[in-house]
């Protein structure tokens, strides 16, 4: 209940997590421990964001490190922290990042089941004006960890066990870290308490408005769209059943565009276009894991062709474009590309 002034009964990620597994007998909260070790990723891109951000605006010490060397990319050092973590967790055997150009195939003696597809540092245009950045991650889980080879990651994203997002933002001065999460039976949304360190469940049980208010588009790249895609954006504008028009809102970040589709409804859409055939956004760590957010959501995710999570990747980079939101507005854009073949 919001109104009351001190709660007792929290309900942290760890415990949420762990009364969802043990509906699963076999259970031996390995998940539980991975996921632990990718907050831990999140908690730090978060805190070195704003601490460099900081740094920067108002020139706290930490803009150079002790040596007086220029530090890290963020994006650099983040893909670090989240290699190390999940590599020291014991429970991972593949690992695909945006940051690097090949998979790092954990050693042996570390390995576990579980592959984690990431992108440590999506949104990184948005880092110097202190706007919204996140991490995405999704997570496949292998049959024998002793046979691991880079086909166990190009699987269609509907094999993905789970999927979650996190992404910064403001409430007043304080900053805010939320973390969205599914592991296959809906989305829950949890914030990060900073007194604390948990995150806290704050937005159980995330259902997408069945029809949204907002398109998010790049519409900087009109004049190289498709027929479809020119089109269905038209209609936002100019909707054709006696309805108001759509609002535009486009961060930059997917974390957050992504985010706010999921709570306000709407669709976010990165399609293909004369330059990039196959759109910007990554099929393994962009994608799938909003992909998969958003069915969960009970919305739906579109490349233009066909449902998202079938996709099966060839290379752990590849590229698709995206439609994604609520139900109701990803079906008229369906409609559009069935029309058009
Ligand atoms: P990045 O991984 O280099 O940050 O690029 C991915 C980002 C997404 O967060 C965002 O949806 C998209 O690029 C924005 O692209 P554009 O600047 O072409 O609109
Ligand atoms: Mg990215």
Redesign the pocket.
């Known amino acids: 209940h919001a109104a009351e002034a001190h709660r007792t009964d929290l309900m942290t990620l760890t415990r949420h997590v762990l009364n969802e597994q043990s509906k699963h007998p076999e259970s031996k909260g390995d998940f539980t421990i991975l996921l632990s070790h990718i907050v831990l990723g999140c908690k730090f891109v978060c805190s070195a964001v704003n601490k460099a951000g900081l740094a920067k605006l108002i020139g706290l010490a930490g803009d150079t490190n002790v040596q007086g060397e220029e530090q890290k990319k963020l994006d650099v050092l983040s893909n670090e922290v989240f290699i190390k973590a999940l590599t020291s967790s014991g429970r991972t055997c593949i690992l695909v990042s945006?940051e690097d150009e090949e998979a790092t195939f954990v050693d042996p003696a570390l390995r576990g089941r579980y592959c984690v597809v990431f992108?440590p540092l999506?949104?990184?245009?948005n880092i110097d004006c202190g706007v919204s950045i996140g991490t995405i991650f999704g997570i496949y889980m292998i049959k024998d960890k002793n046979k691991v080879t880079v086909e166990d990651v190009l699987q269609p994203g509907k094999k993905m066990v789970a999927a979650g997002t996190a992404c910064t933002g403001a409430l007043a001065w304080v900053s805010t870290l939320q973390l969205v999460l599914s592991t296959g039976r809906g989305v829950n949304g949890f914030t990060l308490d900073p007194s604390l360190g948990e995150f806290i469940l704050t937005h159980p049980n995330i259902k997408i408005p069945k029809k949204g208010s907002i398109y998010s588009v790049?519409e900087g790249?009109a004049k190289n769209w498709d027929e479809p895609t020119a089109r269905y954006v038209e209609r936002c504008k100019f909707p054709q059943d006696g309805s108001s028009p759509k609002s535009l809102r486009?961060v930059?970040?997917?974390?957050a565009?992504v985010h706010r589709t999921l709570l306000y409804g709407g669709i976010f859409l990165?399609p293909a276009d004369k330059k990039s055939p196959n759109g910007?956004?990554r099929v393994l760590y962009?994608v799938f894991p909003m992909s998969f957010l958003m069915e969960q959501a009970g919305g739906q995710a579109f490349t233009g062709k066909g449902r998202a999570l079938e996709l099966v990747p060839t290379k752990i980079h590849e590229r698709s474009p995206i439609f994604l939101g609520s139900y109701d507005d990803v079906e008229e854009i369906k409609t559009l590309y069935a029309a058009s073949v």
């Open positions: 945006e992108d999506d949104g990184s245009s790049n790249n486009y930059g970040s997917m974390v565009d990165y910007k956004l962009e």
